[in-house]
C-alpha cells in the first residue's frame, strides 16, 4: 500500500490526486491539506441550487465537484485530510456499507482518542464526540477502485460554512449557523486553543499513517512520479471545467441541509387561502424539533401561527403534512 503524505499543496490538488491514483488503479493513502480556502460539492449536487454563488464570487472562493457522494462541504488549512483508494476487489474491502464505514474510520477514531478526543463511531458513515460530528466522510467507486475520503478537524468556520451555502432567507442562514455550532466540534473545540496546537498537521498525519497501517499493512512512503502527475493534470483539464462543476438537476421544493447524522434543517411552504405558511424546523432521528411558523393563516384556522411549533414537536417527518392540516382545520 502507498502512502503519499503531501503535506499542504494547492487547494486543487488536494482534490485531484486522489482521483488520479484511482484512475490508474493505484492503492494508496494520501495525506495533505489545502493552501487555501475553497467549496467542495458532492458528485449529485447542483451548484445553483446548493451554493451563494456571489458570495462565493466576492470571497474569491474555488469551486469543486468531486466523484465522492455526499454534500457541500467547505474546505480549508484547519483540516487535515485523509483520501483511501483500494481496488473494488480488495478482500480488505467489505461488502456491506454499514461495515465498510465502520471498518475504514476504525483508524482515524483511533487516532482521535490518541490525541485526547473520545471520538466514537456514529452510524453510518460519521465520527462524533457525544452527539457532536467531528469529521466529515465521502465515498464512491472511482474507475476500478473504492474511494473514501474525510478529515480531522482542527479548527472549523461554521459562519463561513453557512455563508456559502444558498439560505432562502437570513433566519435560515442564522439557524444553520446556530445548529452547527452546537451539533459540530473540531481539536479546538475538544482539547483547547493550546492543547490543538500541539497537533501540527504534520504531527496528524504521522499518526493518521500509523493508525492506517495497523489496519492497512505497511505503508510505503512514495513521491508524485511522472505517470501521476500527468494523470493529475489531464484530470485539472476535465474536472475545473465548466462542463463537470455544472450539473443540473430537477429543482426541489424547499430547502434541506445535512448538519450531522440525523440532523437536518428544513424551509417548507405551504399554500393556505390568505396565503403562504412557512416553517422552518430541525429533523432529528426523524421527528420534527424546533418548530417556528411564519406567514399567513385562514381566519377560520384552527390554530394560532404561535401554536404550531409547539403543537408539532415530536411528530414523525413522514406525518408534518397530514398533522399540519389536521391542525388548520382544527
Known sequence: ?????????????????????ARLGREALVLCSPDRPYVCLGYHQDLNQELDLAHCRDEGLPLFR??????????DGGQVFWQLVLKKDNPLVPLSRERF??????????AYQAMGVEARYQYINDVAVGRRRISGTGAGEIGDCVVFVGNIMRAFDCAAMARVLKSPDAAFRERFQAAMEVNLTSLS?????????????????RLLARKFAGLLGELQPTE??????QKVIQLGREMLSAEWLLFQRKPRPGRQVKVR?????HQRKWATPQGELIGLYQVEGGRVAQANFSGDLPANSGAALADLGPALEGVPAGELDERLRRLLAG
Open 224 to 229: 508524485v512520479d511522472p505517470e501521476l502527475r
Open 101 to 110: 464505514y465502520r471498518k475504514f474510520l476504525g483508524p482515524v477514531i483511533s
Open 1 to 21: 500500500m502507498l502512502l503519499y503524505d503531501l503535506g499542504q499543496i494547492p487547494w486543487a490538488q488536494t482534490q485531484f490526486i486522489y482521483h488520479a491514483l
Open 261 to 265: 447524522a440525523d440532523l437536518f434543517l
Open 66 to 75: 468531486r466523484e465522492v457522494g455526499g454534500g457541500v462541504v467547505y474546505l
Open 189 to 205: 473545540r475538544e482539547l483547547g486553543r493550546s492543547g490543538a496546537a500541539k497537533w501540527s498537521r504534520r504531527r496528524i498525519s
